[in-house]
């Protein structure tokens, strides 16, 4: 009898729990609200605009060849088997919803913007837990992927590219102010999908350039209790050796951070950036 793997089930936890978030976006907000949500779902909603066919059957069907697709660029079995998962729970919820009882037919409310902005956080959330699932949705979340993996271009975008078309489309069906609120949906949904898988723990890095590296690094140290690193950097205009104290903080820090340098050298030159995610001592952890 083979062990229980955590690991595998925490992914297929996490793809369920999506998958659903995903079918309640798609049935209390966007097709009530006429919003074409994106990609094969987006594509099913205008075609059942006209024929009354089974959304999530056709979800099910246009999936089937860019499954293919994701097998081949996302990592074969592994990527299948949830992947499957995933499609056939989307599919199956979200031609089950409406013989709930009590579930409104209807949608919950009929103001676009609410619709649009609900309808985007859900789904965006069901999108980001299949993502920490190690899986797809399908439709355009496989090309999505493929872009992301093999491109390096953030999910955002490449939700906003692989989906254009579709919201083409919904203008022409469903009229130019719902294509509109759709983009707006679209990219919502990507920044929530950003959000839940790096966290909103945004955390700021700091390059600080100074004469005195030592006193600013030792200052850090003792009143912020966090770690630094000395790079050693050259002046490309006047040649000069410098050292460049590099150091991670919170956001809450970064007030402080700025008066510990700016006391220690007044003349020192200091980068803020932003880092979506930090693992190591002090922060996260690092996971599978």
Same mark, same amino acid.
């Given at each position: ?14 793809? #369920? +729990? ?15 609200? *006429? @919003?074409?949500?994106? =990609? ?16 999530? +059957? ?9 499954? &293919? ?23 199956? @919820? ?22 649009? +902005? ?7 959330? =069901? ?27 953030? $999910? ?6 692989? *989906?254009?078309? $579709?919201?083409? !489309?919904?203008?022409? &069906? ?5 294509? +509109?609120?759709? %983009? %707006?949906?679209?990219?919502?949904? !990507? ?6 898988? *790096?966290?909103? !723990? ?5 390059? %600080? ?25 050259? !002046? ?12 991670? $903080? ?35 952890? #690092?996971?599978?």
């Amino acid at each position: 009898m083979s062990k229980f793997n955590f690991s595998t089930f925490k992914d297929f936890f996490f793809i #369920f +729990l999506g998958s659903t978030a995903q079918a309640i976006a798609l049935r209390l907000f966007f097709i009530p609200a *006429d @919003l074409a949500s994106g =990609g094969v779902s987006g594509i099913a909603q205008l075609i059942n605009h006209f024929t009354d066919w089974q959304i999530g +059957l056709m979800v099910f069907i246009g999936n089937l060849p860019l499954f &293919v697709l994701g097998w081949k660029h996302l990592g074969g079995r592994k990527f299948a088997s949830r992947t499957i998962f995933a499609i056939v729970t989307f599919s199956l @919820l979200t031609d089950l919803l409406p013989y709930i009882p009590y579930l409104p037919q209807d949608g919950l409310t009929q103001d676009m913007v609410l619709n649009s +902005l609900y309808g985007a956080v859900i789904a965006g959330f =069901g999108y980001g837990l299949v993502y920490k699932g190690q899986g797809t949705s399908g439709g355009s979340d496989i090309l999505a992927r493929i872009l992301n993996h093999q491109k390096g271009i953030p $999910v955002t975008q490449s939700y906003l590219m692989t *989906d254009a078309v $579709v919201v083409l !489309g919904a203008g022409f &069906v469903f009229g130019w102010d719902k294509a +509109l609120y759709a %983009i %707006i949906t679209l990219y919502v949904s !990507g920044l929530v999908v950003d959000t839940t898988m *790096d966290g909103s !723990g945004t955390v700021r890095t700091a390059m %600080i350039i100074t004469s005195q590296p030592k006193t600013v690094a030792n200052s850090i140290m003792e009143l912020l209790e966090r770690g630094v690193t000395t790079l050693q950097g050259t !002046g490309e205009y006047t040649g000069e050796k410098r050292e460049v104290v590099y150091v991670v $903080v919170t956001r809450s820090e970064v007030q402080m951070l700025k008066s510990i340098v700016h006391e220690t050298d007044p003349r020192a030159f200091m980068v803020v950036g932003a880092a979506h995610e930090v693992l190591g001592e002090g922060f996260a952890t #690092f996971t599978k």
